[in-house]
Every structure is written in C-alpha cells, then in structure tokens.
C-alpha cells in the first residue's frame, strides 16, 4: 500500500530533550516536506526536500533540522525542544515538484508536547 | 506567509444539503489543490486545478478557478455525514516558488 508513515504518532517529552520525528514513504517520491499545525494558523511548511541531499527551509525552520541520506526518509530533529514548540507536525511526499503532479500525500501526523 | 484564505471558517448543514467553500489568493499561481482533513488526521488530496483550467468535477465535488479575482471555489453536493472535515486550499505560487502554501481551512459539519 502507497502510504506516507511517521513515528511516534504520540511524544510527551521535556524541554532540551533532543528527539527525532521519523518519516518514510514507499512511494520513490522525490520531493518530501514537513508541516506543523496550529490551532488558527494552519499548515506552516517547516523544511522541504526536492531529492537526496538537497533540503531548503520553509517559512518557519527556526528550532528544526532535517536531512534526507535516502530517498525514501526525512527525519525531523528537534535539537532542543522548546514549549512553542508543541504543535501537531505532519510529513508529506510528492512524485515531484511539476505543475501536474506536485499533488502531497500526508503522514498520519505526530502530536508532540512539550513540557 | 499565507497565500490562499477559506471562507467562511465554519459551515453547519443538513444531510443532503450542499456545500460550498470559497479560497482566495493574492499572487498568481500555477494550481491550486484543495485537501480533506478529518479531525486530527493527515490531509487527503481532493482536487488539483491548473491555472488555465476554470473547472473540474470529481464525484460529487466541483472546482472552479477565477484566476481574473484570485479565487477558487469548493462544491460538495449533496452532502454526507461522512462529509464532515476540514477542507484547505493550497496555492503553488507562479514564479518558481517550490512552497504550496495552505490557508486556515473551512470547518465543515454535516448533521444527519
């Protein structure tokens, strides 16, 4: 099945914990972002990826990190957490970045806290 | 930045009734795609319509692009309980730009 996975699905930690997101998807995409979602602001793209080892930063990168070593996974790092931080973060992939077919597909999303 | 805006925020109905959810935009683009999400859950592609495009249809859901207002609009006739979601548009900028922006999204509600 062509899915986008994420893990955890659930994180309560505490602040400066370094943690990683994980996010993985089957379908040999070559472009892959992540999200956050806030109540009254909605998706905010934090990083995105146009291929392996090509990464950019999106409107709100400041407190993340990502690579991309293979195609198929784009980890989000969190070098030290903060409360504003708390947010609900989707990954998406994409077969590409053309006009026709940049349609996203979304991971079930991580709900992280951040104590 | 917020490119693509939905109205109204919040839309009540009946079963069977329809449904319609407007985005507009400020800059021009090359498409516009509008995503389902159910509460807490990822985002569902619906629909991709391309700037030449004025209209597109998918089952009981109809596209339209205004590009001349910078607004697009979302029909769901006919309406379920299933139905029930937020719906967000999504602008990808003409100009090179790589970042599809989302608004806030509409919440719709379908009573049964």
């Known amino acids: 099945e062509a899915q986008v996975t994420q893990n955890p699905r659930y994180l309560i930690t505490v602040t400066g914990k370094k943690l990683t997101v994980t996010c993985s998807q089957n379908?040999?995409?070559?472009?892959m972002s992540w999200y956050r979602q806030d109540p009254g602001l909605g998706l905010r793209q934090i990083y995105y990826?146009?291929?392996?080892?090509?990464?950019d930063k999106g409107d709100v990168p400041e407190g993340y990190k990502v690579s991309r070593k293979e195609k198929r996974n784009f980890p989000l790092i969190l070098e030290s957490p903060s409360p504003n931080q708390t947010s609900l973060y989707f990954c998406?992939?994409?077969?590409?970045?053309?006009?026709?077919?940049?349609?996203?597909?979304f991971g079930p999303g991580t709900r992280l806290t951040v104590l | 930045s917020q490119q693509g805006e939905e109205d109204p925020q919040a839309l009540s109905i009946q079963e069977g009734e329809n449904a319609t959810m407007n985005c507009s935009y400020k800059t021009s683009i090359n498409n516009l795609q509008w995503y389902r999400q159910n509460s807490g859950r990822g985002l569902v592609h619906l629909i991709l319509?391309?700037?030449?495009?004025r209209e597109k249809h998918s089952g009981r859901l109809r596209v339209t692009l205004d590009t001349s207002k910078k607004s697009s609009s979302l029909l769901i006739t006919a309406s379920r309980a299933a139905d029930t979601a937020s719906y967000f548009c999504a602008t990808r900028a003409s100009g090179g730009s790589y970042i599809p922006t989302f608004g806030r999204g509409t919440s719709l509600i379908v009573h049964p």
């Open positions: 319509i391309r700037s030449n495009e």
């Open positions: 379908m040999n995409h070559e472009y």
């Open positions: 998406a992939s994409s077969l590409s970045l053309k006009i026709s077919t940049d349609t996203q597909y």
């Open positions: 990826s146009m291929n392996v080892e090509v990464t």
